[in-house]
Structures are given as C-alpha cells and as structure tokens.
C-alpha cells in the first residue's frame, strides 16, 4: 500500500508539472502574440510620421486605363436606360513647361529698333539700303510697383455779404486720420492673406523702397479697415439660409494663450458660384458649429469627427459623411505598407468608378434629380458590394493597427457615407470646403500665429471676403478695393451689406 500511494503521488507531481508547463507555454504564446502585434503597431506608427515628414502629400491615385462607369451618353440626356461601360479618361496636366498667358489683356509698349544712318548702306556696293520689312517679337516684362503720395487740395469759397465759406468736398479715407489709403490697404491685406506675405516682411519691402512703416503700423491698419468691414462680414452669414452646407475646421496657433485655436469654415457650393464664411474660436468642442447653425436645416456635410454628431442628429438636419475621409485612411495604409495588392489596394480599386461617376456628371453638368437616379442606378451596387466585403474582412485584421482603424471608422461612419445617394444636391465628399480652407492652411506656415481672439476675428473676416471673391470670379484686389470705398456709406447705414456680397455685387460699379 504504502508503495501503492508512492506510485500515485508521484504521477500526480508530474501531471501537475506538466499542467503548468502547458499553462506557461499558452501564457508565453499570449505574451508573444501581443508584442508581434505591439512591434506592428509601433512601426506603423514610426512609418507614419515618416512619411508625414518626408513623403508625397498627393492623394491621387495613378491613372487607369479604364474606369468602370455606367454613364452612356443618353444617361448625361436624363435618360439611363442601358448600362453599358463609358471609359473616363484620366486628368491631363500640363506639361511644367507650358505656359498660359493672355497678351490682349496686358499693356503694350512698343520699341523700335532701326540700324543707324551710316549703317544703311550696303558694304559691298557702297548704295543705300531700301526698307523691306520688320520682324516682330514679344517679351514679358515687369514695371516694379511704386509709392506715391495723393496730394489733396481743396479749393474754398466764401461770400462777403453773408460771411459763409464753402469748401470742395474730398474723399474720406477708409481709416480717419490714417495716411493709409484704400489703395495700400488692399495691397497689404492681399499680400497677407491671398498671398501669404507676413506684415513684417512687408515692412521690408517697404523700406527698401525709402518708407519706414512698423509692421505693428501695418496690423493696426489690417485690424482697423476688417472691423470697417463687419457688417459685410455678419451678412455673408445669409448661406445659413441655403439648404446644403459643408463644414471643416483647421487649427491655428493663438500667441496670447499659447495654445491651438480653431478655424471653422461652412462653405455654401449652391450661393452664386459658392460663398465660404470662416469663423475662429479658442475651441474645437462641436458646439462652436452647434451654435453657429442654430438656425440652420437642410443638408450638413462634414467628416467624422465627433464633435458634430449632435448636429447630425438634430431635428431638421440631415447629416451626410466624406467618402474622401475614408479613402485617405486606405491611401495611408498603402503608403506605410508600400503594399499595392492588398486590402487597402483593393479598396481603392473598389472606390474608383465612385468617383468617376462624379467627375463625368460633374463634367456633363447634370441636375441634380438625374445626378441622384444615377447614383441609385450605378453607385448604389458598388457601395453595397463594398460594405459587405468590409464586413467579412474586418475579424481578419489587427483592430489597433492602421487598416483596422480605416475599416473600423468607415463601416462606423458607412450610414453618413451612403447618404449622398438619396440626395442629388450633396456632395460626394467634403472636398469643396477642405480646398477653400487649404489657403488659411499655407498662410500659417508663414504668418505663424494669430495674436488673440480678436484678431481671429479679423483673420476669418479678409479670408471670407477674399476667397469668396476668387469663386465668384471677381478680382480680388478691385472686389477689396472698391469694399474700402464704401466703408463711411456702410457706418451711415446709406448702403445694404447685402448687396456688397460677391455673389449680389453689381459687377459694373467695381
């Protein structure tokens, strides 16, 4: 017995030795598995910043050869009976040395270049040379801006008999007591916000050309002709009244807190050939866009960021998503993973007759009841196949790495994504409204920071004014101009700012 019991407890200590073995190994495959993946994770990561820093910025995919589209000619006539295959062609750019230039528009100096007297004898005969022709050609040239100063005299009258004077009336000036007129106010405000030139770069310039001006002069002046302009500025916000609006939102550094600001644009594609109103807070919470659109319903377009589902979800909103946004996560993936066979490959392959879609009705110029039936005819399947490949392929990726995220957030944000199909109004991205913020976006890479909320205030002012002119086809520089000409009228209450939008201006009087 005694032996018996040896023989049992002996097995029992190695069965319970291999048990813990068992469980050890388990653990350690565990163990294992999760720094592979945590290894997968970082390199990502590292990958990501890398190209960040160093890599292409462009999106754009390379051009195929042929896009499965079912746009026939007789759809592009409201008619969209046959589904046959219509190739698109690819976007052609122009060549870096081509050049486009409209002479006709430009001023023209002539100069003539004769052969002197003593040299229109010929050499070999000793007789005069007779004219036979000329020979024309043209060159671009510069005449560099120049300074002046406006003398104004105003010439006085008085009458003896009643002791009166009259004098001759003289254009105010944009901003009183300022040497500033509205000439030099448009051209530093341009070159600051059209063309990204800070103020004390300015100030330079100016001084290479013999006038000192402080560039804390030139922002008094910048700050001085925007808060002249605001009540243009409150009555750009009628797009609130249009049905379909898309919104963005940049950050911006803010000097006198030091911390990130924000700024908002809602873009209106539908009023005149597009309005886009910015807005700057000290915030991104989403009741920065909650309250602006308190009066707001129709149609609302953004990307995914949580901070406007309480606005999707509010009564007379209907929300719609950015198939871009979702791209641009499968593009980041190809671009981390250099994998162009891949999941993320393919979803891009998938996306691609979703765009040619748009861009052939966008070029036969189709209404928008057609452009909806058209999109319910082709893009509908498309999407359908789309969202049930994402769903039986989600289990087999990582859910922390790069393609798990982009499919996390694009079946997550899918019923926003879809929604432009019912509406042929809306966009299929928000893209309208990221190339209209891309300005405020190269302008802080060289004018930095903004000083406080106030000057926020005037920043999103000049950049809706001038930007919005560029979309409706109105010169920037005369549009700013002949708005500095009518700042006393607007002050008096003698003119409507509504009539000094873009898209209202009578376009004879600039």
């Known amino acids: 017995m005694p032996l018996f019991h040896h023989m049992i407890d002996s ?39 890398q190209d960040a820093l160093f890599g292409k910025k462009s999106e754009a995919s390379p051009p195929q050869e042929e896009q499965d589209t079912n746009l026939s000619s007789e759809d592009s006539l409201n008619n969209t009976s046959n589904a046959g295959t219509t190739p698109v062609s690819a976007h052609t750019r122009k060549t870096r040395g081509s050049r486009t230039l409209n002479a006709k528009r430009l001023p023209k100096y002539t100069v003539i270049h004769d052969l002197p007297e003593e040299q229109k004898t010929c050499t070999c005969c000793g007789k005069s040379l007779h ?15 120049r300074y002046c100063m406006i003398e104004h005299i105003r ?16 254009p105010p ?30 100030s330079k310039i100016m001084q290479s050309c013999g006038i000192s001006i402080s560039d804390k002069t030139l922002a008094n002046w910048v700050m001085g002709a925007g808060d002249a302009l605001l009540k243009v500025y409150e009555a750009m916000w009628v797009i609130l009244k249009n049905r379909y609006l898309q919104v963005d939102e940049t950050p911006v550094k803010v000097l ?21 109103v910015f807005e700057f807070s000290l915030t991104r919470e989403g009741s920065v866009a909650f309250a602006r659109l308190a009066s707001f319903n129709g149609l609302l377009q953004t990307d995914g960021y949580k901070g406007y589902d309480a606005l999707r979800k509010r009564d007379g909103v209907i929300g719609f998503g950015c198939l871009s946004h979702a791209r641009r996560k499968f593009s980041e993936v190809i671009k981390i993973s250099g994998d ?3 999941i993320a490959a393919e979803m891009i392959e998938r996306m691609k007759p979703l765009y040619a879609l748009e861009a052939r009705m966008r070029e036969t ?57 019912r509406h042929g109004m809306a966009e299929i991205d928000t893209n309208y409204v990221e190339n209209k913020i891309r300005d405020i976006a190269l302008g802080k890479k060289n004018w930095l920071f903004i000083g406080n909320e106030d000057c926020g205030l005037i920043h999103a002012l000049w950049y809706t004014l001038i930007i919005s002119a560029i979309i409706n086809d109105l010169n920037p520089r005369v549009y700013i101009h002949y708005l500095l000409t009518k700042v006393h009228e607007l002050r008096r209450g003698e003119i409507d700012p509504l009539s000094l939008l873009p898209d209202r201006i009578d376009i004879k009087a600039l």
Request: aromatic letters at 10%; glycine letters at 4%; proline letters at 5%.
């Open 340 to 342: 162009k066979q891949g």
């Open 11 to 49: 097995d029992f200590d190695i069965l319970k030795a291999y048990a813990l073995t068992s469980i050890e190994v388990i653990q350690l495959h565990e163990r294992v598995s999760s720094l592979e993946e945590e290894i997968a994770l970082l390199k990502e990561t590292i990958k990501a910043q």
């Open 256 to 276: 006198e807190t030091n911390k990130k600001g924000y700024v908002w644009a809602y873009f209106a594609p539908d009023v005149g050939k597009g309005l886009v």
């Open 173 to 202: 000036a944009p901003l009183p007591k300022a040497i500033a007129g509205a000439s030099l106010l448009t051209d530093v405000v341009l070159s600051k916000y059209q063309y990204h030139l800070p103020l004390y770069r300015q």
């Open 365 to 421: 110029g189709v209404h928008h009841r057609t452009r909806k039936r058209l999109r319910q005819k082709i893009a509908r399947p498309i999407l359908k196949d789309i969202h049930v490949w994402l769903r039986s392929i989600k289990s087999r990726v990582l859910p922390k790495s790069k393609l798990g995220k982009a499919i996390f957030y694009t079946l997550r944000q899918w019923s926003y994504l879809i929604a432009y199909l």
């Open 131 to 145: 004219f036979i022709g000329q020979e024309k050609s043209e060159q671009l040239e510069i005449i560099p801006a």
């Open 155 to 170: 010439m006085k009258y008085g009458c003896r008999p009643c002791d009166s004077i009259i004098m001759a009336p003289k």
